[in-house]
């Protein structure tokens, strides 16, 4: 069975040159669909595309991430209600807040994430969450609204045990990188990824950021890339005490069932 990477930026300029030899590689290393992460207006228009153009193996989200809820306009926010309502686009994100960096105001950030949640309400499709730094504010937003949302992935989970418990009770999914290979600042999921229940677990690369720091030999140009979702595979098995086939099962299982694949 192929792996799904749930988080993958193709539309990021630095696939523009050689998408089709990404995505062989990806086949080539038991990666077969990947859902491309829209994360602002031009980008979620292009990851749509993307999902047209490639037979079934490529879908879509479509959201404004919170560095870039500057920028969110009516506009912008009509634009993704008609987006989200595509057939290839499989959830609304990338929504949510990010205190870390700050690009936007944290008060923006939450009128903006607010403003997409009203719109997986309204079409009844996932959430694709991103959170940094600012659980508290997200968890109490998000819960407003869990009820009315078929189903909810945090992507890229990074925080503590604490927040991992808050969202597993709220009913989420959590999406897992290549952080975990990262002995820096990663290496508490090495534990808490034993507690994710295998029907809530996905994983994800999203490329062309994160590259797993343990990824022997090293790309020169540090682009990760989603053929080595199969190389995170491999660090979370092993830490979860699981084959590297019965992980393969269960998230590819778990990501169809959430993206309705
Ligand atoms: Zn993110």
Sequence with gaps: MDLIDIGANLTHDSFRQDLDDVLARASAHGVGRMIVTGASSDGSK???E???ASHGRLFAT????PHHAIDYNDATDALLRKLAREPEVRAVGE??????RNYSPRDVQRDVFERQLEIAVEVGKPLFLHQR???HDFLAILKRYRDRVPAAVVHCFTDTEEALRDYLDLDCHIGITGWICDERRGGHLRELVKLIPADRLMLETDAPYLL????RPMPKDRRNEPMYLAHIRDEVAKDRGESREALTE???RTAERFFDL
Excluded: C, M
């Design 46 to 48: 292009h990851a749509l």
């Design 212 to 215: 797993p720091r343990t990824i």
């Design 62 to 65: 479509a959201g404004v991430h």
């Design 50 to 52: 993307l999902a047209r």
């Design 133 to 135: 730094d600012a659980h």
């Design 95 to 100: 929504t949510g807040l990010d205190y870390n």
């Design 250 to 252: 269960a998230s590819t």
